[in-house]
């Protein structure tokens, strides 16, 4: 699923579905770069919806019409990114049974879209800074430099400045990067825009799920509403997804949609009582608890990862798998 979900139903800006006053300065941002040649660098949580924005600026451009090739650097291991960005020759590693073209030439004439950004490792990073210096890719095992005309936009939810203080990102790469600065806001600085979405997503899940529409009640709006959304978009869609699948017609309530529990009282006896209080779960339900309760704590998915001592993509990994699980 792309970054927030696939929430509209047209290509560009019309799928960002919301009327609030940041959506509209989101469109209207989007629209202007849209025009330009110039690097894009999305900010935002995750599951704001900036792989929706990539694809918006894409489609609105005069490059409209050549591909979008998105590539997430966290979902691939740091031995093959090279290889996947910019392609390889026959036999330059295990595996490599063909000469072929990386991410960067597949995009020419179009929008290479890199999601993460900062989970680029930083050799990587220097060969990035090299392309988007000369125009050209060197594919490895081949020393030919090739010609590859891709506009970049690139993407992340963590801050690039203390990432640069931290040494994980290069100074130079990003000011090379930020020309065009775009931010994605959350969800919950989007005012009624969460009901506006779940309105727009019922019938489309619906029809996927091949179920009857349900109809979204008061109450389940009002919950919709007063609900925070750390997950942002993502986790809006999972919730009516799940809402539609579970409830098979019915009328999407808060319970249906997850927003009716209230918390648990915390145990008197600190973290060896919290622990008791798990016992009888299996592992893989424990971790899930610790993780969303994490991210309710930290108020997003990247804080609640550094928090809990994982990477930010192993933490988008497993609510990927409980997503489609």
Same mark, same amino acid.
């Given at each position: ?19 609030? @006053? ?44 050549? @591909? ?19 392609? &390889? $020759? ?10 072929? @073209? ?75 990067? &930020? +020309? ?5 806001? @959350? ?22 799920? $091949?179920?009857? #529409?349900? $109809? ?25 997804? $799940?809402? +539609? #699948?579970?409830?098979?017609?019915? /009328? ?48 997003? /998915? ?24």
């Amino acid at each position: 699923m792309p970054d927030g979900g696939d929430f509209g139903a047209e290509a560009g800006a019309d799928r960002l579905i919301g009327s609030s @006053p940041a959506m509209r300065a989101l469109r209207r941002r989007l629209a202007r770069v849209a025009r330009s040649e110039a690097t894009v660098l999305l900010t935002g949580e995750s599951g704001a919806g900036k792989e929706l924005c990539a694809e918006s600026i894409h489609a609105a451009s005069p490059r409209a019409a050549g @591909p979008f090739v998105p590539v997430n650097c966290g979902a691939i291991p740091a031995e093959l990114i090279e290889a996947e960005l910019f392609g &390889h $020759r026959r036999g330059a590693f295990t595996g490599a049974v063909a000469d072929r @073209p990386g991410a960067a030439q597949a995009a020419s004439g179009g929008t290479l879209f890199l999601d993460e950004l900062c989970e680029l490792p930083l050799a990587s990073q220097t060969r990035l800074l090299r392309f988007l210096e000369t125009g050209a890719v060197t594919r490895v095992g081949d020393p030919t430099p090739r010609a590859a005309d891709a506009r970049i936009v690139a993407a992340t939810n963590r801050d690039p400045a203390a990432e640069m203080a931290a040494g994980r990102l290069r100074e130079d790469l990003y000011w090379r990067l &930020h +020309v065009l600065p775009v931010h994605a806001p @959350p969800l919950r600085e989007r005012g009624e825009d969460a009901v506006e979405i779940a309105r727009a997503l019922l019938p489309r899940l619906a029809a996927e799920e $091949r179920v009857p #529409v349900p $109809r979204l009640g008061p109450e389940a709006e009002a919950a919709i509403r007063a609900h925070r959304w750390p997950g942002n978009v993502r986790e809006l869609a999972n919730a009516l997804r $799940r809402a +539609v #699948v579970l409830g098979e017609g019915e /009328a999407a309530t808060p319970e249906l949609l997850g927003l009716a529990a209230s918390p648990a009282p915390a145990p008197e006896n600190g973290a060896e009582g919290a622990a008791e209080a798990l016992l009888g779960l299996p592992f893989a339900e424990i971790e899930r608890l610790v993780i969303s309760a994490a991210i309710r704590r930290w108020g997003s /998915a990247p804080k609640a990862a550094r928090a809990l001592g994982l990477s930010p993509s192993t933490l988008y990994r497993k609510q990927e798998g409980w997503a489609e699980g």
